[in-house]
């Protein structure tokens, strides 16, 4: 069983930077990916961005060239390095680790990241 640790959420200016850090405990699968999603108040549940375990990554166009997710595979550790934050940023941000091969799909409790002056 994989279970799902997200630290770093806080309050942070307009402009300011943040990042996230998820780590992965438990059976490791390869070939996974991990995630981050956000929930702001009154919204749905949407992806930030995903990072496969080779590397590759996709991102939300609403973060493209702001945020950038990567991984220590060593560490079973994901990252998510939030720079010129908005207050639209503001969400609870979750974790996620998925594993279609093997018919996972896990979520951390998710970690509150405030951006306002």
């Known amino acids: 069983q994989v279970q799902l640790v997200e630290s770093g959420g806080g309050l942070v200016q307009p402009g300011g930077s943040l990042r996230l850090s998820c780590a992965a405990s438990?059976?490791?699968?390869?070939?996974?990916?991990m995630g981050w999603y956000r929930q702001a108040p009154g919204k749905e549940r949407e992806l930030v961005g995903q990072?496969?375990?080779?590397?590759?990554?996709n991102y939300a166009d609403s973060v493209k060239g702001r945020f950038t997710i990567s991984r220590d595979n060593a560490k079973n550790t994901v990252y998510l390095q939030m720079n010129s934050l908005k207050p639209e940023d503001t969400a609870v941000y979750y974790c996620?680790?998925?594993?279609?091969?093997?018919?996972?799909?896990?979520w951390g409790k998710g970690t509150l990241v405030t951006v306002s002056s």
């Open positions: 996620n680790f998925l594993s279609t091969r093997f018919g996972l799909d896990i």
């Open positions: 438990g059976s490791i699968f390869s070939g996974n990916i």
């Open positions: 990072i496969t375990s080779g590397g590759s990554t």
